[in-house]
């Protein structure tokens, strides 16, 4: 099996280190270059983390002035997002849309290419802001405060997220497209996999909202160098307005950043379990409405600013009900385990952690919907530890699992499973104790974005900073086996998990064309256990191909 | 002896929902409560805590119990069961979260509305005019009201209508500024960094910014309100436990943010009327106060000043309310 997948390939040409550095328009080098330039974002965005938590070890603003510790701040938060998080789905998607609806391409593979090639200035931009003084505003820049602290760093981290803003609509209409027109012609909307269709929901998403995400900014960057005043007091203007525009985007962004993920948990489970998905529909229908309700709850940001009581409970009311859409995933990914039979390799104990803190953060996510209780916890380090949960504890164990999942099928080789392992133990009691103090903190009366703190709060923030540096050095495992797997590891097989979505029908990795020939539809994406034949036969029938083409 | 399944599933049930009963009640995580609309709050989290725990432990157990019993054995190449769901289980588990969230929105609004949310002259829109009556009524006696800045904007926030409630309120104007809060008390013309309010008495904050977005919050009456250059905001509470209680800025305001900070005293009537007593100025001296304005004319070092020495805010602030006055320069 090895053997002939490793002849197949050789009959193709493959794409060349250098190809990743051009503008190359192969959805897979897109992919890969959207994976390896936000994981390098990750790890600038990772350090400031770590500046911020060794700064706050102690009370006092002894390690950074707060007017840095502001900066790095401001900066973590938009990188992460919008540069690690955010790049990190469409790479995937990237990667996999065209394989899973076993088509060439992306529909508009130019665009695509256009799409990444914003994301890399976006980001030099951002982080060159330092030169000129960084913004200080933090990732949601509220005027009149963002007005008046530092111009220039302020311009350049408008400019900087309307190129990654640009991309991510460019790559948005991608998706939808190559997911609604591309499909091979046996392939309905019900037989696809679950990944497409969280994109499917996040790429509306993305359409819907990022435009007025760039409103909001256009018109904060006329307030900051042409002096008008849409959102300045001192000319008449109302702050409050820019607060709506900006979560009018950036509530569903939160959505963005974690449906993609959904998907990927989606295509992981059942595979690694070897059952068929549990409520194939309930899954997909409920990332439609989260998406939709994703839209009208933005204002839950700002229960404690000026916004009238009634609204305040119209948004309480949606906010509480995508619990309901949210549950419903939770439970069914749990009821894909149960009975199952769980090989227990990297992917899925990042699935496992997944699914064990995103419950957490969904919690404390239903709580703060409270206004009641929002009121006290609005702004304080509780919010912080709740979405650190949902956004490292969700999307990023997610994106990790997706990683050891795909990595096969990108690289052709295996991953060293002993490091993934460790890498996963560590990050997994990283998170949990940087993140868990924080609820306490902010229950107990500390608020975020602070750079020195009463000394009453200082246990629970030293044991925050433990939990940090071993989150720093859970990096080390996973870039290490990342290396050495590349070069090193044991050769992969075109199917090594025996999935029966798409993309495992071709060569690990695929050929540049993707298929030798177009793909057939043996069954449904997650139907293990239903033909017991199904998997093996299908196996061998790839052998015989692989052979044939060797030979 | 065997113990058929469902009676272990039972037990498991009557065990998480006692844990969760217990720990919901006794978690301890939040600080005291000053005030009974504190204790709402606080009934509401508890509520929240226990549904919390019970659906952590029954999620996670679930996950630990597939973790150990489902694990595939060496060698073993077969599927699990073909099972692609279960239509009565996912009605279940679609009616538990709307249920759920039906009984806690239930809640939180009846809370919300007890804590004055939905009071028409607090927290609507178009309660501008209300505040100016509210204003006039008390700017008579010591005529050193402050010009409020946009006060016939708009007024959010929460409390009951202070009025309502048969006694008088005790009214505080607050200016939230780069990187102090000072509190003007009209009655009694003090101008004070700290502030001072009898309990059992309703206290009516009457806030507005002075330059950027501060946030007025104090834990232990579990009340947060933006304060927002160019609108009124309101907060009304009534603290029942004698004590001192931190005054924190909630809003990203500036580099020194977590500086922001000054000290609510909560007083019996009687220590209240003392500190009134020592506190009161001279009736001329008051005249011509005004609150300065934005502190960019500050300097670093007086940006400090209130961190560096902690309760120091009243000294540094009052020397510059004394320089505007006497430049005259009004807001
Ligand atoms: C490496 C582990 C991480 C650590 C130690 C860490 C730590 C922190 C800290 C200390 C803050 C400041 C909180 C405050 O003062 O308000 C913060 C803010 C933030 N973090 Fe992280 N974080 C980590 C990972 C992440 C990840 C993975 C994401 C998202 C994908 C993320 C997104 C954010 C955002 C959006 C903010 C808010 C920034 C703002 O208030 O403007 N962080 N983080
Ligand atoms: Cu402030
Ligand atoms: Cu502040």
């Given at each position: 099996m090895t053997i002939a997948a490793e002849n197949l390939t050789a009959n193709h040409p493959r794409r060349k280190w250098t190809d990743y550095f051009t503008f190359c328009v192969d959805h897979k080098v897109i992919g890969i270059q959207y994976l390896v330039s936000s994981f390098v974002f990750f790890f600038v965005g990772g350090a400031f983390a770590e500046v911020m938590r060794t700064e706050l070890a102690t009370p006092d603003p002894d390690v950074v002035p707060p007017e840095l510790y502001n900066q790095l701040m401001t900066l973590h938060g938009t990188i992460m997002i919008f540069l690690w998080i955010v790049p990190a789905g469409a790479a995937f998607a990237n990667y996999l849309i065209p394989l899973m609806v076993g088509t060439e391409d992306m529909a508009f593979p130019r665009l695509n290419a256009v799409a990444f090639w914003l994301t890399p200035p976006g980001g030099i931009l951002l982080i060159s802001s330092f030169f000129v003084g960084a913004p200080q505003a933090g990732w949601?820049?509220?005027?009149?405060?963002?007005?008046?602290?530092?111009?220039?760093?302020?311009?350049?981290?408008?400019?900087?997220?309307?190129?990654?803003?640009?991309?991510?609509?460019?790559?948005?209409?991608?998706?939808?497209?190559?997911?609604?027109?591309?499909?091979?012609?046996?392939?309905?909307?019900?037989?696809?996999?679950?990944?497409?269709?969280?994109?499917?929901?996040?790429?509306?998403?993305?359409?819907?909202?990022?435009?007025?995400?760039?409103?909001?900014?256009?018109?904060?960057?006329?307030?900051?160098?042409?002096?008008?005043?849409?959102?300045?007091?001192?000319?008449?203007?109302?702050?409050?307005?820019?607060?709506?525009?900006?979560?009018?985007?950036?509530?569903?962004?939160?959505?963005?950043?974690?449906?993609?993920?959904?998907?990927?948990?989606?295509?992981?489970?059942?595979?690694?379990?070897?059952?068929?998905?549990?409520?194939?529909?309930?899954?997909?229908?409920?990332?439609?409405?989260?998406?939709?309700?994703?839209?009208?709850?933005?204002?839950?940001?700002?229960?404690?600013?000026?916004?009238?009581?009634?609204?305040?409970?119209?948004?309480?009311?949606?906010?509480?009900?995508?619990?309901?859409?949210?549950?419903?995933?939770?439970?069914?990914?749990?009821?894909?385990?149960?009975?199952?039979?769980?090989?227990?390799?990297?992917?899925?104990?990042?699935?496992?952690?997944?699914?064990?803190s995103f419950m957490i953060g969904g919690l404390t996510g239903v709580m703060v919907a409270s206004v009641p209780f929002d009121i006290h916890v609005h702004d304080t380090y509780f919010v912080v530890g709740h979405f650190h949960y949902v956004l490292f504890g969700g999307s990023a164990f997610a994106l990790f699992s997706g990683v050891y999942h795909w990595f096969p099928k990108m690289t052709g080789r295996m991953v060293n499973e002993p490091l993934g392992r460790l890498h996963f133990i560590l990050t997994f009691i990283g998170m949990n104790l940087t993140f868990m103090p924080m609820h306490e903190l902010g229950l107990m009366g500390m608020n975020r974005r602070i750079a020195l703190y009463d000394i009453e709060f200082q246990p629970l923030n030293i044991l925050s900073t433990i939990g940090a540096y071993t989150l720093a050095v859970s990096t080390f495992p996973f870039v290490i086996n990342v290396f050495w797997s590349l070069f090193k590891g044991e050769k992969a097989a075109r199917n090594p998990w025996r999935a029966l979505t798409l993309e495992w029908q071709t060569a690990s990795p695929p050929i540049i064309e993707n298929f030798e020939e177009e793909p057939v539809l043996w069954c449904g994406p997650y139907d293990f256990g239903i033909d017991t034949e199904l998997v093996d036969e299908e196996e061998t029938v790839q052998t015989l191909i692989a052979d044939a083409a060797g030979s | 002896?065997?113990?058929?399944?469902?009676?272990?599933?039972?037990?498991?049930?009557?065990?998480?929902?006692?844990?969760?009963?217990?720990?919901?009640?006794?978690?301890?995580?939040?600080?005291?409560?000053?005030?009974?609309?504190?204790?709402?709050?606080?009934?509401?989290?508890?509520?929240?805590?226990?549904?919390?725990?019970?659906?952590?432990?029954?999620?996670?157990?679930?996950?630990?119990?597939?973790?150990?019993?489902?694990?595939?054995?060496?060698?073993?190449?077969?599927?699990?069961?073909?099972?692609?769901?279960?239509?009565?289980?996912?009605?279940?588990?679609?009616?538990?979260?709307?249920?759920?969230?039906?009984?806690?929105?239930?809640?939180?609004?009846?809370?919300?509305?007890?804590?004055?949310?939905?009071?028409?002259?607090?927290?609507?829109?178009?309660?501008?005019?209300?505040?100016?009556?509210?204003?006039?009524?008390?700017?008579?006696?010591?005529?050193?009201?402050?010009?409020?800045?946009?006060?016939?904007?708009?007024?959010?926030?929460?409390?009951?209508?202070?009025?309502?409630?048969?006694?008088?309120?005790?009214?505080?104007?607050?200016?939230?500024?780069?990187?102090?809060?000072?509190?003007?008390?009209?009655?009694?013309?003090?101008?004070?960094?700290?502030?001072?309010?009898?309990?059992?008495?309703?206290?009516?904050?009457?806030?507005?910014?002075?330059?950027?977005?501060?946030?007025?919050?104090?834990?232990?009456?579990?009340?947060?309100?933006?304060?927002?250059?160019?609108?009124?905001?309101?907060?009304?509470?009534?603290?029942?436990?004698?004590?001192?209680?931190?005054?924190?800025?909630?809003?990203?305001?500036?580099?020194?943010h977590g500086g922001m900070k000054s000290v609510f005293y909560a007083h019996t009537p009687e220590e209240y009327d003392s500190w009134v007593a020592a506190n009161a100025p001279a009736p001329t001296e008051s005249v011509a106060l005004a609150l300065p304005k934005a502190t960019s004319s500050m300097t670093e070092g007086e940006y400090l000043a209130p961190y560096a020495e902690e309760m120091g805010v009243e000294a540094t602030v009052l020397a510059q309310l004394k320089d505007h006055a006497a430049t005259g320069d009004l807001l």
């Open positions: 949601t820049s509220y005027p009149p405060l963002s007005l008046l602290s530092g111009k220039w760093g302020e311009e350049l981290w408008i400019l900087s997220l309307l190129l990654v803003g640009t991309s991510s609509i460019l790559g948005a209409i991608n998706f939808v497209t190559t997911i609604l027109k591309m499909r091979i012609k046996d392939m309905d909307l019900h037989s696809m996999p679950l990944f497409c269709w969280a994109m499917l929901a996040t790429s509306s998403l993305i359409l819907l909202s990022t435009p007025v995400l760039a409103a909001a900014l256009i018109l904060l960057s006329f307030d900051l160098i042409a002096g008008t005043s849409f959102f300045n007091p001192a000319g008449g203007g109302d702050p409050v307005v820019y607060q709506h525009l900006f979560w009018f985007y950036s509530h569903p962004a939160v959505y963005i950043m974690i449906l993609p993920f959904f998907g990927v948990i989606s295509e992981v489970i059942p595979v690694h379990a070897r059952k068929p998905i549990f409520g194939y529909r309930a899954i997909a229908y409920s990332s439609l409405a989260i998406s939709f309700l994703g839209l009208i709850v933005w204002a839950h940001h700002m229960f404690t600013s000026g916004t009238p009581g009634w609204l305040r409970m119209f948004f309480m009311a949606t906010t509480m009900l995508i619990a309901v859409p949210t549950g419903i995933k939770i439970f069914s990914w749990c009821g894909t385990l149960w009975g199952g039979k769980i090989q227990l390799n990297s992917a899925m104990l990042f699935a496992f952690g997944f699914l064990s | 002896m065997k113990i058929p399944g469902s009676i272990v599933t039972l037990l498991v049930g009557v065990l998480i929902t006692i844990i969760s009963l217990w720990y919901g009640q006794n978690h301890g995580l939040m600080p005291v409560a000053a005030s009974t609309d504190a204790k709402e709050v606080d009934g509401i989290f508890n509520y929240m805590m226990t549904i919390a725990t019970g659906l952590f432990l029954l999620v996670e157990g679930v996950l630990v119990y597939c973790l150990i019993r489902f694990r595939r054995r060496k060698g073993d190449r077969t599927d699990g069961p073909p099972v692609e769901g279960n239509v009565p289980l996912e009605i279940l588990w679609t009616a538990i979260p709307t249920v759920i969230v039906f009984t806690l929105a239930v809640y939180s609004f009846e809370v919300y509305n007890n804590l004055g949310g939905l009071d028409p002259t607090i927290s609507r829109d178009n309660a501008g005019q209300q505040m100016a009556h509210n204003h006039m009524g008390h700017m008579g006696g010591m005529g050193n009201m402050v010009a409020m800045a946009g006060q016939d904007d708009v007024a959010l926030g929460i409390g009951l209508d202070s009025q309502e409630q048969g006694v008088k309120p005790l009214m505080v104007d607050v200016k939230g500024i780069q990187y102090a809060w000072i509190f003007t008390y009209p009655e009694t013309g003090i101008i004070s960094g700290e502030l001072h309010a009898p309990i059992d008495r309703p206290v009516q904050l009457n806030m507005e910014a002075g330059d950027v977005i501060h946030a007025f919050w104090i834990p232990q009456l579990r009340l947060k309100q933006d304060v927002i250059p160019g609108r009124g905001s309101t907060l009304v509470f009534n603290a029942s436990t004698p004590g001192q209680y931190p005054v924190i800025c909630a809003e990203l305001c500036g580099a020194y």
